[in-house]
């Protein structure tokens, strides 16, 4: 497929065209020109006033529920949700049925995604199951294609097993993806704790769980002298202990959510279990605390945390509601809504430079006799996120209706092209 884009600003630092509005013209997959002016026998062209585009977007957190729970999210209804929402590179969570904890899970994922528009990359499990008791054969994973390893939604409670694998990983260079949750504190906690959930009545879960695990974590990390990765920080102490361990040279880095940058605890007081996530919503001092650290870069990147769930998942009492939201479709809008301030270059660095820098991924650079991998979006388009506009299997957003700042326009990677409507 020959393809012209007209008049788009390029964002990408490692491209000689940064910051420059041209002409690109891409065929079979290729860039083959980039300048002023362009006219080439194109199949398709691209021309909408204010279009950015930069390497494509990589998600490091979301879960294609497949194999196991596809009436949740299927591996393509996921890569729909990925490309609508701008990100040719998604990591999946090992939380399926069987897990990914073994050579075979790996190469299903690799095998049933290598068509698709969007290249999705498995998360292979630390431990068999994903249940934090006996270690995997993580090395068999990284050979089949493992980008990264983590329990995904489980938090590897044992310091001795976590540090086995530290160890481990770092014979290949690799990298553990650890979600910071002590269980033994409040486990049945249904949102943070703080006066907003002594006054709704439900039960708290303490910040200090989540920061218990990024202190010791911290300490683990340097002690093997291997790379780990947080994901979906949420609390002002946490950002303190990770930007103090990255100044004493220990090998960590950290993604927050776009939800912990929109809501707060106080969001909750209409019991929206669209709202239950782990880790909760925190308080509004903490999310001021999450945009800061964006802007001085102690956070790294942001994860969607993309969680699909089926209606009865959802809607039912908050107590039995399973935690999650969907997240891949509004990602970058709700950054840019939600922090308007931010320039475009950062934006960019941290859903692509900075996530294919740490998981050594092609950095997808805008240049002639390069592969396009890129991704399309507006940043001043308004627009109202609908429920029939949504590509993922499960609706359960709680940003259905909400009005957004920043559009994707849509990606081009693999020689096919998905736009938005």
């Given amino acids: 497929m020959n393809l012209l884009i007209k008049n788009a600003r390029v964002i990408d630092p490692n491209s000689p065209f940064n910051s420059q509005s041209t002409d690109i013209f891409i065929e079979n997959g290729i860039i083959k020109n980039i300048g002023k002016n362009l006219t080439g026998k194109a199949d398709k062209e691209i021309s909408i006033d204010g279009l950015c585009v930069s390497p494509g977007w990589v998600d490091m957190f979301a879960n294609f529920a497949d194999p196991g ?37 790996v190469e299903y994922i690799v095998q049933k995604s290598r068509s698709l528009t969007v290249s999705v990359h498995p998360i292979g499990a630390v431990t068999k199951n994903a249940e934090g008791k006996e270690l995997a054969e993580m090395y068999d994973m990284k050979t089949s294609g493992a980008i990264a ?23 290949f260079d690799g990298m ?34 989540e920061e218990i695990i990024v202190a010791r974590d911290i300490k683990l990390a340097r002690y093997a002298e291997s790379n780990l990765h947080f994901t979906g920080v949420s609390s002002k102490k946490s950002l303190e202990y990770i930007e103090r361990g990255k100044k004493g040279g220990t ?25 239950k996530v782990n880790p909760p919503l925190r308080s509004a ?64 660095a941290l859903l692509s430079t900075n996530p ?28 109202i996120y609908e429920k029939n506009n949504i590509q993922s299997r499960s609706k359960n957003s709680p940003f259905i209706g909400k009005k957004f700042t920043g559009k994707v326009i849509g990606i081009i990677n693999k020689d096919q092209v998905h736009l938005n409507p």
């Fill in 251 to 275: 090998h960590i880095s950290c993604s927050v959510t776009p939800y912990h940058l929109y809501f707060t605890d106080e969001d909750l007081k209409e019991y929206d279990s669209n709202l």
């Fill in 356 to 383: 294919r820098i740490l998981l050594k991924l092609n950095a997808c650079t805008i240049k002639e006799n390069e592969k396009a991998c890129l991704t399309l979006f507006c940043p001043n388009v308004e627009w």
């Fill in 149 to 171: 390893f983590g329990d995904g939604l489980n938090c590897i409670q044992s310091s001795g097993l976590l540090v086995k694998a530290l160890q481990y990983v770092k014979a």
């Fill in 285 to 348: 001092e903490d999310r001021e605390a999450l945009k800061k650290a964006i802007q001085d870069g102690t956070v790294d990147c942001i994860a969607t945390h993309h969680l699909p769930h089926e209606a009865d998942s959802k809607e039912t009492e908050f107590e039995y509601a399973k935690n999650g939201m969907t997240g891949l479709e509004t990602a970058y809008s709700v950054l840019k809504t939600t922090m308007p301030e931010i320039s475009e270059e950062k934006a960019v």
């Fill in 176 to 209: 553990i993806i650890q979600l910071p949750d002590d269980k033994s504190i409040n486990e049945h906690g249904l949102m943070h704790e703080g006066i907003i959930s002594t006054q709704i009545g439900l039960p708290g879960k303490p910040a200090m769980a």
């Fill in 69 to 105: 729970y596809e009436y949740k999210e299927s591996i393509e209804s996921g890569c729909l949700a990925a490309a609508a929402g701008g990100f040719t590179d998604v990591l999946v969570i090992p939380n399926t049925k069987p897990a990914i904890d073994a050579k075979s899970q």
